[in-house]
């Protein structure tokens, strides 16, 4: 193995001796302790793909996809925070200039938390309806506006923000401590429970100028692309590990538990179940895979391979999901239950980072456009 795959490794040791039991608990209060969350942050684990001259772990985009859908078959929750800081991580190397990564990057690697602002209250798939603005005067910088469900923003020192520069946009990173900022918890969201959702309202919120990244005025659709890009790759890789957790639960459970004399597998309507979970998480990996191995090799058509795999992992891990409850029946109809937390959590990963809607018309245009 090599020095990083030794990392990755670790990690996920790491991560799975930190969760534990812990993910149902989690999942009922609606939050992972700060005594869970910070050591994470400070060995790099919330954004391991951050290189190691900033004090990262220095992932692949393939290594870090296994992480991700080890971290995602343990709890969705955490996975989430992963998905949001490793956006902003991704954001900064980027956009920024050499100050900013040295500074940003250096801090999200070693302890500081993140999350990325995009949805409004008008502006959700839409993007162009944002109506948050960004204003620079000289030394300053000048944010206003209210984000909604902003995923981690619960547990996060930064939050980057897109919002509206003139007539194109701009990324800044908010102090969450900032004067003028407030961020209030969304109540019981249906899934990923203790992923830290919240709105983020700016009140006229003062900065230096050091905190808006570069690009300040390009079109926002090129400005978020790469990041949301990023996400969705993130969120495939934990609906694979969903798929997972929910193909090994209901695995086991069918061996197990015997009815009419022999146990559930060799029922025959019961192992189709087990066969279509397998073949979706089979699909699903290898598509993550090959979106994994065009991000690392740099090749442009990483971000419809991404979109591509973030909608068969998300609509295969709402099906598979529902199919692991159906085989444990009652035994995973309790609340905090693995497949339960995955039946709710996976319809969570039809919406963010583009809804299943949107990615099948991203998808039609790029058939359109390599056939005809």
């Not at 020095?3 to 009922?28: K, L, P, Q």
């Not at 990324?171 to 401590?177: E, F, G, K, S």
């Not at 979706?280 to 065009?294: D, G, K, N, S, V």
């Not at 709402?318 to 497949?339: E, F, I, R």
Request: proline share 3%; with cysteine; charged share 20%.
């Amino acid at each position: 193995m090599t020095a990083v795959a030794d990392r990755a490794a670790e990690a996920a040791a790491r991560v799975s001796a930190t969760v534990g039991t812990a993910a149902d608990d989690w999942d009922r209060a609606g939050r992972i302790p700060d005594d869970v969350v910070r050591p994470l942050a400070e060995a790099g684990l919330l954004c391991p793909d951050v290189p190691a001259g900033f004090g990262g772990p220095g992932l692949t985009m393939a290594e870090l996809g296994e992480f991700t859908a080890h971290v995602g078959a343990l709890c969705s929750s955490l996975r989430s925070l992963m998905t949001s800081q490793g956006m902003v991580a991704w954001a900064v190397r980027k956009l920024g200039d050499q100050a900013q990564q040295e500074q940003y990057l250096r801090r999200l690697a070693t302890g500081a938390t993140a999350a990325v602002a995009f949805s409004e209250a008008g502006a959700g798939s839409d993007l162009s309806a944002m109506g948050t603005t960004i204003t620079a005067d000289g030394d300053r910088v000048e944010v206003t506006g209210t984000k909604v469900w902003v995923t981690g923003s619960a547990y996060a020192d930064l939050v980057l923000v897109f919002g509206r520069y003139g007539a194109g946009g701009a990324a800044v990173l908010v102090p969450t401590d900032a004067p003028g900022v407030t961020v209030t918890r969304v109540a019981d969201p249906l899934g990923c429970r203790a992923a830290g959702h919240s709105e983020v309202r700016l009140d006229g919120v003062v900065l230096p100028a050091g905190h808006l990244l570069g690009g300040a005025g390009m079109p926002l659709e090129w400005l978020v692309t790469s990041v949301l890009t990023y996400g969705r790759l993130s969120v495939a890789w934990g609906c694979v590990g969903m798929l997972r957790a929910c193909a090994s639960a209901a695995a086991r459970h069918a061996a197990t538990r015997e009815q009419f004399g022999k146990p559930l597998a060799e029922h025959q309507l019961v192992g189709r179940h087990l066969a279509e979970l397998h073949v979706a998480e089979q699909a699903a990996t290898r598509l993550c895979e090959h979106a994994a191995r065009l991000w690392d090799g740099g090749s442009p058509d990483h971000v419809v391979a991404a979109v591509s795999a973030k909608h068969f992992a998300a609509t295969q891990a709402v099906a598979g999901a529902s199919s692991a409850v159906q085989v444990l029946a009652s035994a995973g109809a309790v609340d905090g239950h693995v497949v339960a937390r995955a039946y709710r959590d996976a319809k969570l990963m039809e919406i963010i980072e583009g809804s299943s809607e949107i990615s099948q018309l991203l998808l039609a245009r790029h058939s359109v456009a390599r056939w005809t």
